[in-house]
Nanobody, 127 residues
Framework: QVQLVESGGGLVQAGGSLRLSCAAS????????MGWFRQTPGKEREFVAA????????YYADSVKGRFAISRDNAKNTVYLPMNSLKPEDTAVYYC????????????????????WGQGTQVTVSS
Protein backbone atom coordinates (compact mmCIF):
# COMPACT_ATOMS: atom_id res chain seq x y z
CA GLN A 1 0.00 0.00 0.00
CA VAL A 2 1.29 3.43 -0.97
CA GLN A 3 -0.10 6.80 0.01
CA LEU A 4 0.74 9.76 -2.19
CA VAL A 5 0.53 13.43 -1.29
CA GLU A 6 1.06 16.14 -3.90
CA SER A 7 2.16 19.70 -3.15
CA GLY A 8 3.48 22.74 -4.94
CA GLY A 9 0.48 23.78 -6.96
CA GLY A 10 -0.72 27.36 -7.12
CA LEU A 11 -1.45 30.36 -9.29
CA VAL A 12 1.20 31.59 -11.68
CA GLN A 13 1.32 33.88 -14.69
CA ALA A 14 1.93 32.53 -18.16
CA GLY A 15 5.65 31.98 -18.70
CA GLY A 16 6.23 31.31 -15.04
CA SER A 17 7.34 28.19 -13.20
CA LEU A 18 6.17 25.86 -10.48
CA ARG A 19 7.60 22.69 -9.01
CA LEU A 20 5.24 19.94 -7.97
CA SER A 21 6.27 17.34 -5.44
CA CYS A 22 4.71 14.01 -4.58
CA ALA A 23 5.69 12.40 -1.30
CA ALA A 24 5.05 8.70 -0.90
CA SER A 25 4.61 6.74 2.29
CA UNK A 26 6.12 3.34 2.85
CA UNK A 27 9.59 1.88 2.50
CA UNK A 28 9.20 0.45 -1.01
CA UNK A 29 9.01 3.64 -3.02
CA UNK A 30 11.77 2.44 -5.33
CA UNK A 31 9.54 -0.50 -6.31
CA UNK A 32 7.08 1.79 -8.06
CA UNK A 33 7.15 3.56 -11.35
CA MET A 34 5.69 7.03 -10.89
CA GLY A 35 3.59 9.18 -13.13
CA TRP A 36 1.97 12.59 -13.30
CA PHE A 37 -1.42 13.17 -14.85
CA ARG A 38 -3.66 16.20 -15.06
CA GLN A 39 -7.35 16.75 -15.40
CA THR A 40 -9.67 19.64 -16.17
CA PRO A 41 -13.44 19.62 -15.59
CA GLY A 42 -15.34 17.54 -18.09
CA LYS A 43 -12.22 15.95 -19.56
CA GLU A 44 -10.45 12.66 -19.06
CA ARG A 45 -7.29 12.45 -17.02
CA GLU A 46 -4.36 13.26 -19.29
CA PHE A 47 -0.86 11.78 -19.11
CA VAL A 48 1.89 14.30 -18.39
CA ALA A 49 5.09 12.45 -17.48
CA ALA A 50 6.35 9.20 -16.00
CA UNK A 51 9.57 7.81 -14.59
CA UNK A 52 10.71 4.25 -14.05
CA UNK A 53 11.71 2.77 -10.69
CA UNK A 54 15.37 3.65 -11.04
CA UNK A 55 14.81 6.86 -12.94
CA UNK A 56 16.55 5.45 -15.97
CA UNK A 57 13.52 5.72 -18.23
CA UNK A 58 11.49 8.89 -18.56
CA TYR A 59 8.43 9.61 -20.66
CA TYR A 60 6.64 12.85 -21.52
CA ALA A 61 3.51 13.93 -23.25
CA ASP A 62 4.34 15.91 -26.38
CA SER A 63 2.52 18.93 -24.94
CA VAL A 64 5.00 19.29 -22.06
CA LYS A 65 8.23 18.01 -23.59
CA GLY A 66 11.01 20.54 -23.16
CA ARG A 67 9.10 22.47 -20.48
CA PHE A 68 8.53 19.90 -17.73
CA ALA A 69 11.15 17.60 -16.23
CA ILE A 70 10.16 14.66 -14.04
CA SER A 71 12.67 13.32 -11.52
CA ARG A 72 12.69 11.21 -8.40
CA ASP A 73 14.66 10.87 -5.20
CA ASN A 74 14.24 7.34 -3.88
CA ALA A 75 16.03 8.22 -0.64
CA LYS A 76 13.36 10.85 0.06
CA ASN A 77 10.42 8.86 -1.32
CA THR A 78 9.57 11.81 -3.54
CA VAL A 79 8.93 12.45 -7.21
CA TYR A 80 9.18 15.96 -8.64
CA LEU A 81 7.75 17.79 -11.60
CA PRO A 82 9.39 21.15 -12.27
CA MET A 83 7.24 23.02 -14.77
CA ASN A 84 8.65 25.91 -16.77
CA SER A 85 7.24 28.20 -19.45
CA LEU A 86 3.76 27.52 -18.18
CA LYS A 87 0.81 28.20 -20.45
CA PRO A 88 -2.85 28.80 -19.64
CA GLU A 89 -3.65 25.42 -21.17
CA ASP A 90 -1.54 23.80 -18.44
CA THR A 91 -4.21 24.79 -15.94
CA ALA A 92 -5.54 21.60 -14.32
CA VAL A 93 -5.54 19.49 -11.22
CA TYR A 94 -2.30 17.53 -11.24
CA TYR A 95 -2.18 14.02 -9.80
CA CYS A 96 0.74 11.76 -9.09
CA UNK A 97 0.35 8.01 -9.38
CA UNK A 98 2.31 4.86 -8.60
CA UNK A 99 2.48 1.53 -10.36
CA UNK A 100 4.20 -1.69 -9.34
CA UNK A 101 3.81 -3.30 -12.77
CA UNK A 102 6.70 -3.47 -15.24
CA UNK A 103 7.26 -0.21 -17.08
CA UNK A 104 6.33 0.06 -20.72
CA UNK A 105 6.30 2.97 -23.13
CA UNK A 106 2.57 2.64 -23.76
CA UNK A 107 1.51 1.42 -20.33
CA UNK A 108 2.91 4.41 -18.45
CA UNK A 109 0.67 6.74 -20.45
CA UNK A 110 -2.50 4.92 -19.39
CA UNK A 111 -4.18 5.92 -16.14
CA UNK A 112 -5.59 2.41 -15.62
CA UNK A 113 -2.04 1.04 -15.36
CA UNK A 114 -1.46 2.88 -12.09
CA UNK A 115 -2.58 1.41 -8.79
CA UNK A 116 -2.30 4.33 -6.40
CA TRP A 117 -3.21 7.99 -6.75
CA GLY A 118 -2.76 11.16 -4.76
CA GLN A 119 -5.51 13.64 -4.04
CA GLY A 120 -4.29 16.18 -6.59
CA THR A 121 -2.99 19.73 -6.50
CA GLN A 122 -4.42 22.64 -8.46
CA VAL A 123 -2.26 24.49 -10.96
CA THR A 124 -3.69 27.66 -12.45
CA VAL A 125 -1.86 29.62 -15.13
CA SER A 126 -3.22 33.07 -15.88
CA SER A 127 -2.80 34.74 -19.24
Amino acid sequence: QVQLVESGGGLVQAGGSLRLSCAASGRTFSSYAMGWFRQTPGKEREFVAAISRSGGSIYYADSVKGRFAISRDNAKNTVYLPMNSLKPEDTAVYYCAAASRPTGRTAVRTSDWYEYWGQGTQVTVSS
